[in-house]
């Protein structure tokens, strides 16, 4: 039997397998599903999701409560939180809607870790191995590629695409789509470069570097427009660690493409930051 605290609230329609903790004053609520081996902290709250096996949950994580959209009618919705993610305390995961195209479910991978406060809003699509740091928030309906990193304080407009492998810096508002490998930073983001470390990590090649680096320079820093830039590096039969960047251009955006720093006090170092490999 599962580990369950005598002073947990357990709904009679929630799925525990027999591996999982819950600690004291824990509510798992109406359709909740806990995997294998997960643990839930004491003051937790989960309704309305699908949590995988070996996650760890939080004191007042709150993870299913209902979307903060006002046109939601208590439509039934959930959240799908992949295996091995870590939920801290005070996260709030909120469900999906069925509002402005939503799918009814806010979908998270694998080995994802959100810090404390950090949000995920509904209809959110979020990748496997994302870090959320303290405090940073995704609004409704983004969607954000495997191993982004958002810093601390950071927030993501609705309806906003994150690419694989960015990394978004501290205090940063980001209302615009980010293209795969950016480095992001500023009160309202700009692209200063690409995300070195973090390819650096996966195992990027200099070589892969340095075509990236090229791209990104044509692309973002030549002033011309993305349009043209983007046929020219299609035309060049680019290498595979582009596919996903010309891929990611090609397609439809709602909110635009999030542009480069090249203008005002952080000019400079945007341009050195574009260069370095």
Known sequence: ?????????????????????????????????????????????????????????????????????????????????????????????????????????????????????????????????????????????AVVGDHVMIGGLSAVHQFVRVGQLCMIGGATGVEKDLPPYALVEGNRGKIVGINVIGLRRKGFTKSQLVNIRKAYEALFFSGKTLKDDLAALESNSPGPELQPLIEFLKLPSKRGITSAHLNGENSDRAERSALRT
């Not at 002073?7 to 027999?18: F, G, H, K, N, S």
Request: charged share 15%; with cysteine.
């Open 1 to 141: 039997m599962p580990q369950i605290h005598p002073t947990a609230i357990i709904d009679p329609t929630a799925r525990i397998e027999p591996s999982v903790t819950v600690g004291p004053y824990a509510i798992i609520g109406k359709n909740a599903v806990i995997g294998d081996n997960t643990s839930v902290a004491g003051h937790a709250f989960i309704e309305h999701s699908v949590i995988g096996k070996d996650c760890v949950i939080g004191p007042y994580a709150v993870i299913g409560s209902p979307p903060q959209d006002l046109k939601y009618k208590d439509e039934p919705t959930r959240v799908e939180l992949g295996d091995n993610c870590v939920v801290r305390e005070f996260v709030t995961l909120n469900r999906g809607t069925v509002a402005d195209g939503g799918h009814g479910v806010t979908k998270i991978g694998n080995n994802c870790f959100f810090m404390t406060y950090s949000h995920v809003g509904h209809d959110c699509v979020v990748g496997s191995n994302v870090v959320l740091v303290n405090c940073a928030a995704l609004g409704g309906h």
